[in-house]
């Protein structure tokens, strides 16, 4: 009986461990877990980080899907997230605006080079109590 009891308590507990990663309770963690998304070309995980009506974007003839699979078959490599820095985070209310800079590692033909850091604003709202972006993201200057 002890044996079947700690056997379910560890199937329990191994199953746990298993749970999807939590969503992100600061605007910084959205907006690095939606560029991680956006690099690996996971246009329905990146759906997750982004407001309801920015959505039709990222749908079969949105105009981000085009430009995702245009850059995807441009690049003919892995391409990954790079260093990811917050420079700034200021909230008010339930708005946020996130200053980012990040670069991107690409991988082509055993060649692996790292873009110049790319600087971007990111304005987010909450959305049924969780950060969302609200608008593409802006490069800054």
């Known amino acids: 009986m002890k044996r079947a009891l700690l056997a379910v308590v560890g199937a329990v ?28 070309f996971d246009l329905e995980g990146a759906k997750n980080y982004i407001t ?17 699979e245009n850059i995807r078959e441009a690049v ?6 790079g260093r990811f820095t ?8 339930d708005t946020a605006r996130v200053r980012v800079e990040y670069t991107f590692v690409m991988s082509v033909l055993g060649r692996t080079n790292e873009t110049a850091p790319i600087r971007a604003d990111a304005f987010l709202r909450k ?7 609200s608008a ?5 200057r």
């Open 52 to 68: 309801d009506d920015l959505k039709p974007l990222f749908d079969a003839e949105g105009a981000e899907r085009e430009k995702i």
């Open 127 to 133: 959305e049924n109590g969780e950060w969302k972006i």
């Open 86 to 93: 917050v420079l700034g985070e200021d909230i008010t209310n």
């Open 136 to 140: 593409p993201l802006r490069q800054a």
């Open 13 to 40: 507990l191994a199953l746990s461990a298993c749970t999807a990663p939590q969503y992100p309770e600061k605007p910084s963690g959205v907006v690095e877990a939606f560029i991680g998304t956006m690099v690996a």
């Open 76 to 81: 003919g490599g892995d391409i990954t997230l």
